[in-house]
């Protein structure tokens, strides 16, 4: 089968690899489609070797299953589902408590085994799953499914767990309108009464935010904070959704958090509020403001996706390639040129 993997840091090449073979308590799953997330982008920059052997990326699966392991009760051949990506160990603390996103065993500061960052992932014809982490998608489109397990799961997260902010009167802030941020726009529309102001470096992006639901929309730069301040007669965002997280987002941020507001950072671009912004509950910050690192979400936030999805409530820009134009398609991706979510059809 085809494969897209990571051979070295910075080389990816389309291989030609095995089937994998399934373990009793696994599925085999023939992958429908497979999304691009930006943390791909990520993993292709970073520096050290992920592992020994060439690494399948791809961690927003979506198909059918093909083969079930030999004690896997309850699953059949020919079941439509995407992969949850939190490979936890379902038995510590948080995942009893439905937190399988801070599961204990990854350790205090890791993440749970994700595919495509440790084990294969999906950007293939076949990848192997444990049997536990397929969530079945009813009728739903492939290409919808596939960002549902990472864009709309970490997006419902971090807006889920801030939902006391979000109040009728309340303003909202989504900084990036990517594959998470035009997810999030939208999500917030369906879940809450708050109003939308989306901030983006690209027109297009901003254009797209519009059609999400957002009322407002704003261009990222230094004067950002100020207009966000400006809107909400000097108080600041009762919540900042920060999808792209380096230096000058942290510091929008922070600068535009309203008192007793709250930054969810979940942009992995390094920085650091506390660090590069102003210490967390320094003077800069207002009094009663909170921040908290989101990590992707709980199996209950990807069910509620799903079910936002399939209610038609939610519905993700996508750009479809082919498996073999990955290279184009991330290329496209880090230049600011993909609108939405770009998927990869195997
Ligand atoms: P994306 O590339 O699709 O979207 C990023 C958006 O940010 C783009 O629209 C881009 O124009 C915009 N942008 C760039 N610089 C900006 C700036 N200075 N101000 C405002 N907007 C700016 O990326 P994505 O797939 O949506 O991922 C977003 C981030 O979230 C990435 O860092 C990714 O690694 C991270 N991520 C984190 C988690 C988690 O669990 N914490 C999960 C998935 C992705
Ligand atoms: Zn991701």
Not at 251 to 257: A, L
Request: hydrophobic residues 40%.
């Amino acid at each position: 089968m085809r494969a897209l993997q990571l051979t070295d840091p910075g080389v990816l090449e389309i291989r030609e690899v095995p089937v994998p073979e399934i373990g009793p308590s696994d599925l085999l799953i023939r992958v429908g489609a497979a999304g691009i997330c930006h943390s791909d982008l990520h993993l292709l920059h970073f520096p050290v070797k992920m592992r020994e052997e060439p690494l399948t990326l791809g961690h927003e699966i979506a198909g059918t299953i093909e083969a079930v392991g030999s004690e896997v009760d309850g699953r059949h051949a020919g079941e439509r589902g995407i992969i949850y990506l939190c490979w936890s160990c379902g038995v510590c603390r948080e995942c009893v408590s439905g937190n399988e996103n801070v599961c204990m065993a990854a350790g205090r500061t890791a993440m749970p085994p994700c595919p495509g960052l440790g084990p294969d992932g999906g950007m293939a014809e076949y990848v192997r799953v444990p049997a536990r982490s397929f969530v079945p998608i009813g009728d739903l489109d492939f290409q919808q499914a596939a960002p549902m397990a990472d864009a709309a799961l970490t997006s419902y997260h971090a807006i889920r767990g801030a939902m006391e902010h979000l109040r009728p009167g309340s303003t909202a802030v989504v900084i990036g309108i990517g594959g998470l941020g035009h997810v999030a726009v939208q999500i917030l529309r369906a879940v809450s009464a708050t109003r939308v102001v989306a901030v983006d470096v690209g027109a297009a992006q901003l254009d797209l935010a519009k059609r999400c639901g957002a009322e407002i929309a704003l261009e990222s730069g230094p004067a950002t904070s100020r207009q966000i301040l400006d809107l909400t007669e000097g108080r600041g965002a009762d919540a900042v959704f920060d999808f792209v997280g380096i230096d000058a987002t942290a510091r929008m941020s922070v600068e535009s958090v309203a008192p007793n507001g709250t930054y969810r950072m979940v942009g992995l671009g390094g920085g650091v509020p506390g660090v590069t912004a102003e210490p967390a509950g320094g003077p800069g910050w207002p009094w009663g403001a909170s921040v908290r690192k989101s990590y992707g979400g709980t199996r209950s936030d990807l069910i509620d996706s799903i079910a936002l999805a399939r209610s038609g409530r939610l519905t993700v820009e996508v750009d479809p390639f082919d498996l073999a134009d990955a290279r184009t398609a991330l290329d496209r991706l880090e230049a600011g040129q993909i609108r939405g979510r770009a998927v990869l059809l195997p």
